[in-house]
């Protein structure tokens, strides 16, 4: 490789659980066009993501990015928090 720089997929959604050691759930929604009668509709999708430093809460706002399996069903990793969550 010289100097190619890879094209890392990143997403943005909410932190909905932070229960797992090292492990936070992120729920990502998006908006998809119905074919037939070209409704928007709200898809979602529930993404474990790698917390290293466990420094997450529900609530919050994350951006993660795509890396190598880190276990069966972890993929992702946290990037950075654009937002956190208001504690009452």
Do not use: F
């Not at 492990?23 to 790698?50: C, D, F, G, N, W």
Request: hydrophobic share 35%.
């Amino acid at each position: 490789m010289n100097s190619e720089q890879k094209n890392i997929k990143t997403l943005t959604g909410s932190v909905v659980s932070n229960k797992m050691d090292k492990t936070i759930a992120v729920l990502v929604q998006r908006t998809v066009k119905h074919p037939l009668y070209e409704k928007y509709l709200r898809r979602s999708s529930k993404i474990l993501a790698h917390d290293e430093h466990n420094e997450c809460s529900e609530g919050d706002i994350v951006t993660i990015a795509s890396c190598r399996p880190l276990s069966k069903k972890k993929a992702w990793k946290l990037l950075r928090i654009v937002e956190k969550a208001q504690e009452i």
